[in-house]
């Protein structure tokens, strides 16, 4: 009599599921190199830039109280908003495009999150040992040795939180002075708010969130297909070669045996970050970290089975149709790139560290003064953008005979103010040609030629005849 298993289903009220903490395994290979090379770029030059100098100041620091962002030998003013803007743009272009070419590269290399991650899950194992190690301590009774490597875990935790909200902060107050203030507990508060907020963030992050943060709060995850299309390469299982999967011995033919190349051995879903299981096919949760191929490819070296069981490919290239690496979005998004990008350091490098405005009078369009003369009143506002004080010589034409009236008789302006210059500018009516003509107002450097700058205004007049 043979017996019939039956498996009920259990279905829960409650609207979430319960949080089951993933344990990553640690894996090695070419793409954890690639990970761990990241984690040393990028957070290496995160904690490492603050504390160069360059040329007297702090290299990268954006003194807001001041209104002076230094980058190297870049300094820049509220008034160069424009360039943060087009590195805005340049960055979510870049994102489009490399996400089209090899889809969600920036989530498993770049991303803070998974890079700060990748450093508290390696402390975590140098504390707590292996996955399996990690698992049982979890599920063990409360004991000594349990509370001391959670305490050294999350002091460890802690202390590089608070190091990475201290190191956040030096990027806007100068990190010298900001370590004196912290060693001698003289710390503004504001200061004292953002470097516990951002360590506070992190710690929570990277420590206790991690998965969750990419499964259910980070937006990329849910609108990334719409940059995807069946060229894009996205990491994949081979479910052809793989099915039907099962355990067997070291060598075996799977030919032979009626099996397919996957073992069944599970290490693909261990080593996932977010705990999901590449071989059910593309999930929004896959962050691209390729951890599995790196695993797998190990277990096919130890099987004598041929690699890539799971690779990068694209949707086309698992069904036999040919991969198209050049295609329209490619295209388009990369001479974006590059146009802006071009454009960007065209105008850094013809950048003039003086800004002129022109504001005319608009109480009234002119008058007449005694001596017949036609007049409009205007206030020059002169941005000195350089690190040091100038005097300008202002020169305007674009009408014969201009009579320039101003009270001011030096145009210096100290480094970083804006200064309001008021002029009168009079013209003989037999010089106006019609009722509103241009003007050229040239400011420059009496030191410096190279600093000057040309702007348009219109002279009204009284209707010509």
């Avoid at 990690?134 to 875990?153: E, G, H, P, T």
């Amino acid at each position: 009599m043979s017996q019939r298993k039956v498996t009920e289903e259990v279905v829960s009220d409650e609207p979430f599921a319960k949080h089951e903490k993933v344990y990553p395994r640690a894996v090695t290979g070419l793409f954890a190199t690639y990970r761990v090379l990241g984690v040393f770029v990028l957070l290496g030059g995160y904690y490492l830039v603050p504390w160069l100098q360059w040329d007297g100041h702090q290299a990268v620091l954006f003194d807001l109280p001041a209104r002076k962002f230094y980058i190297f030998s870049l300094t820049f003013w509220p008034q160069d908003f424009i360039y943060l803007a087009a590195l805005l743009i340049i960055a979510a272009l870049a994102l489009f495009f490399f996400t089209a070419l090899a889809g969600r590269l920036w989530c498993g290399y770049a991303c803070p999150q998974t890079v700060w991650t990748e450093l508290f899950l390696w402390i975590e194992r140098k504390v707590e040992g292996s996955r399996n190690q990690q698992i049982k301590l979890d599920k063990s009774s409360l004991s000594k040795n349990k509370v001391m490597r959670k305490a050294i875990k999350h002091g460890l935790w802690l202390l590089l939180s608070l190091w990475t909200g201290f190191t956040f902060v030096g990027y806007f107050t100068p990190i010298l002075e900001l370590g004196v203030s912290f060693i001698n507990f003289t710390l503004g508060p504001w200061e004292t708010f953002w470097v516990f907020f951002y360590g506070f963030a992190t710690y929570g992050n990277a420590g206790w969130m991690r998965e969750q943060v990419c499964i259910y709060m980070c937006p990329y995850a849910r609108f990334q297909s719409a940059m995807f299309d069946n060229d894009t390469l996205v990491i994949s299982y081979d479910e052809k070669r793989g099915e039907p999967r099962g355990s067997r011995k070291k060598n075996t033919d799977p030919n032979s045996s009626g099996l397919g190349a996957c073992v069944d051995c599970t290490l693909c879903v261990q080593v996932c970050p977010t705990g999901i299981d590449i071989r059910k096919g593309m999930q929004y949760q896959c962050i691209g970290c390729a951890a599995c191929i790196d695993v797998c490819n190990q277990v096919m070296d130890k099987m004598g089975y041929e690699k890539n069981l799971v690779q990068y490919t694209t949707l086309n290239q698992i069904d036999g149709i040919k991969t198209k690496i050049l295609r329209p979005r490619i295209i388009i998004y990369f001479l974006l790139l590059v146009g802006i990008t071009s454009a960007l350091i065209y105008s850094m490098v013809l950048r003039v560290p003086l800004e002129l405005d022109i504001i005319r009078d608009r109480n009234a369009l002119y008058r007449e003064t005694n001596e017949g003369l036609i007049e409009n009143i205007y206030t020059l506002k002169v941005i000195n953008m350089d690190l040091v004080s100038h005097e300008y010589k202002l020169t305007i034409t674009g009408i014969d005979k201009i009579k320039v009236i101003s009270k001011v008789p030096r145009i210096t302006v100290r480094s970083g103010e804006v200064f309001d210059l008021p002029i009168s500018i009079q013209v003989d009516p037999i010089h106006l040609k019609k009722m509103s003509q241009s003007l050229n107002f040239d400011l420059i450097s009496t030191t410096n030629p190279d600093i000057h700058v040309e702007e348009k205004g219109r002279f009204i007049g009284p209707l010509v005849r």
